[in-house]
């Protein structure tokens, strides 16, 4: 993993972002660190829900996605929901850098794709919001791999519902048909980066896009995963 300093680590802040300790590490102290929600070791390796004994799930086996593996940081649960829409909503960039560097901690094992590919906003949402946190995070780990970010190769064509606001059963049709990609990606491998993965619904539709433009391989790579019974 490089190493080198960039301009998001000079964003991480000096004291924790959730008890405010000083010399915290990626934003964090070893205490907060430690006490962050996260997934159990067994888990489904298509699209990371607790799986026993870490085999793939009923859902990805009765309905393979378009993606082939998921890597998720952390669940998505008190205080990283919190962290995730201060981030997301009120664009404190300090907290997703350390969003970011939790991300890069969980891919360590994670293969090495070609490019990233951040979830796209609609111009509306953007606009709104003033900038794509999925692409900020895409920016960040992609600088630290050394990995290129293709910002533009995927686009948002229709401005949704948010997905939250929807039953589970209506997510898939309500994001069907949503995203194009412009980009050649005959036989690369790609990995689609967003800040939350929920019903992984709209992961996998960009998955779908990616791979009708050739991409060998799509993986994800989210900073929270959603449990079933959340």
């Known amino acids: 993993m490089n190493s080198r300093p960039g301009f998001w680590q000079t964003l991480l802040p000096e004291d924790c972002i959730l008890c405010g300790v000083s010399d915290a590490r990626s934003g964090l102290c070893g205490d907060c660190h430690r006490a962050l929600p996260r997934l159990p070791p067994e888990q489904c390796p298509v699209c990371a829900i607790p799986s026993g004994r870490g085999a793939v799930c009923g859902a990805c086996l009765a309905a ?3 993606f082939l593996a998921s890597h998720a940081a952390l ?9 995730v829409q201060r981030f997301k909503y009120a664009g404190d960039l300090p907290l997703g850098a350390a969003l970011g560097q939790l991300l ?3 891919l360590r094992e994670a293969p090495r794709p070609d490019s990233l590919v951040s979830m796209p906003l609609h111009p509306a ?3 709104e919001r003033g900038f794509n946190q999925a692409l900020e995070l895409a920016r960040q780990v992609g600088g630290r791999l050394g990995i290129p970010v293709l910002a533009a190769a995927c686009r948002r064509l229709r401005d ?3 997905q939250a606001a929807l039953p589970w059963k209506e997510r898939e049709k309500n994001i069907r048909g949503a ?6 990606l005959a036989g690369k491998r790609v990995a689609v980066v967003d800040d939350v993965m929920t019903t992984g619904h709209t992961l996998n539709e960009v998955a779908r896009i990616l791979r009708q433009a050739g991409a060998a391989r799509v993986d994800c790579w989210v ?3 959603t449990l079933r019974d959340s």
């Open 64 to 66: 393979p996605p378009a």
């Open 75 to 83: 669940a998505y649960a008190f205080p990283v929901d919190a962290l």
């Open 104 to 106: 890069l901690e969980a």
């Open 125 to 127: 949402r953007l606009r």
């Open 160 to 162: 949704t519902p948010p």
């Open 179 to 184: 995203f194009a990609c412009t980009a050649d």
């Open 223 to 225: 900073v929270a995963r």
